[in-house]
């Protein structure tokens, strides 16, 4: 009997002493040096947000004051800065931008699936394959080293002079242009997430019985895409900014709408706020981007922290 109820009350947590169920053992609390280490760090970090806030704020009052005291501030004020021809100009401007805005969404779509394929060529085993790999590998050496702007006027000229399309607006083969381009770019950013996969996963699926395109899809792409994800939404912030360089071909976009606005006003502040408004465009997805790096990183040398 006294065996049996040693077990017992062994066996008893600390919530099962008493009646009313509370411990008789006192709540943890840091100790003092761990308190003192706390605060120690928090007066570092406000010394730190302090420092960092009146740096900011003497570097800007410096740069303000070097540029507002050049002898051709007031003219440069004038001419990129002028608040009436920014309001002006700013519905045209709008109006391009939704275009670009068009272009982006059915681009970004388009680089996706078109850069999906060309790394799946690219990692295709066996020699039987050799002309598939060889083609892709040809295609991004190829538009990777062209710079965007020839590849819109080949295909914004080029192709339309050869009749073998009704006409299209001109927007479209800016689509196409930017959607060779950038495949290229991202083709390479899927390859390197592919192969980062280790070769077990690939085995294990065969071993299960899945096919090259079921192991591909099911478990290769997946893991390669988170892999991949922040590099995938910094290129499509470049994508957001080159998107502007369709004006080349005279469609009627926000850079487009600036230029006429500049010719009109004879101000380069039409400019400006078109390069405001990519930039708003644009910010959305940056903190996103940072984001989702910082956590990759830490997730990934999170092992590595002693």
Not at 56 to 85: N, Y
Not at 178 to 205: D, K, M, N, W
Request: net charge positive; glycine share 8%.
């Amino acid at each position: 009997m006294v065996a049996e109820s040693t077990k017992a009350g062994a066996s008893r947590g600390p919530t099962d002493l008493g009646a009313s169920g509370a411990s008789n053992e006192p709540a943890w609390r840091p100790s003092d040096l761990e308190l003192s280490r706390r605060t120690f760090r928090r007066k570092q970090t406000r010394r730190s947000v302090l420092i960092s806030a009146v740096s900011t704020i003497v570097f800007a009052a410096l740069l303000l004051w070097a540029v507002a005291g050049s002898p051709g501030w007031a003219k440069v004020r004038e001419s990129f800065f002028d608040p009436e021809v920014a309001l002006a100009s700013l519905p045209r401007i709008l109006e391009g931008l939704w275009l670009n805005i068009q272009v982006l969404m059915v681009a970004a779509i388009g680089v996706v699936i078109v850069a999906l394929l060309l790394a799946s060529m690219r990692t295709l085993r066996g020699p039987v394959y050799f002309p598939l790999r060889a083609l892709a590998a040809g295609y991004t050496d190829l538009f990777r080293g062209m710079p965007l702007i020839i590849v819109l006027y080949l295909v914004g000229y080029g192709i339309p002079g050869l009749d073998f399309f009704p006409r299209v607006p001109v927007a479209v083969w800016g689509t196409i242009a930017l959607i060779l381009t950038y495949s290229a770019y991202v083709s390479e950013v899927f390859r390197a997430g592919i192969e980062a996969v280790h070769p077990s996963q690939r085995l294990a699926a065969r071993s299960l019985g899945l096919g090259h395109g079921q192991t591909m899809r099911r478990v290769v792409l997946p893991q390669a895409l988170r892999k991949v994800t922040p590099a995938l939404m910094n290129d499509f912030v470049a994508m957001q900014k080159d998107v502007g360089l369709i004006s080349v071909l005279g469609a009627m976009d926000a850079v487009r709408a600036a230029q006429i606005e500049t010719a009109h006003y004879f101000n380069f502040t039409p400019y400006v706020v078109a390069g405001l408004l990519f930039v708003l465009l644009a910010w959305p997805m940056i903190p996103p981007t940072d984001w989702l790096s910082a956590r990759m990183r830490v997730r990934e040398q999170g092992g590595s922290i002693v």
